[in-house]
């Protein structure tokens, strides 16, 4: 796929996640996907942060989008070789401070199927 389809992914991952569009952002993942993030580890401490499947994606990125509505992503930057993407961002929330973001999406025959969220 190479540097420039990792760049695709990750512009359609952006273009997705700040339209809120939830069956966009799936259809990037592979059905076993794992993701990783400190806000689902906060919230959901059970999951230890970790999720696995396009069902409980679904159910994370639902909830967020239903409990934040002014939640977008302002991408700052973005590395990628042919396997993976790292992308920087900021979240933004009315209401709620910035927060700046790394995301590691990792590729494979044009689908994520790792994701880890680090937070600055």
């Known amino acids: 796929m190479g540097r420039n ?4 992914i990750a512009e359609a991952w952006f ?6 569009d939830l069956d966009g952002l799936l259809a990037l993942y592979a059905d076993d996907a794992r993701h990783y993030s400190p806000k689902l580890k906060e919230r959901q401490p059970a999951t230890n942060g970790y999720i696995v499947g396009k069902e409980a994606l679904r159910q994370w990125w639902q909830d967020a989008f239903n409990r934040l509505p002014t939640l977008r992503y302002e991408r700052t930057y973005w590395l990628a070789d042919e396997e993976a993407v790292f992308m920087e961002y900021i979240r933004h929330v009315e209401g709620e401070s ?5 995301e590691l999406l990792e590729v494979r ?6 994701s880890r969220v680090y937070h600055g």
């Not at 389809?5 to 695709?8: E, I, V, Y």
């Open 5 to 8: 389809g990792q760049f695709r």
């Open 15 to 20: 273009d997705a996640f700040n339209a809120h």
């Open 98 to 102: 910035d927060l700046i973001v790394g």
């Open 109 to 114: 025959a044009g689908r994520i199927i790792v």
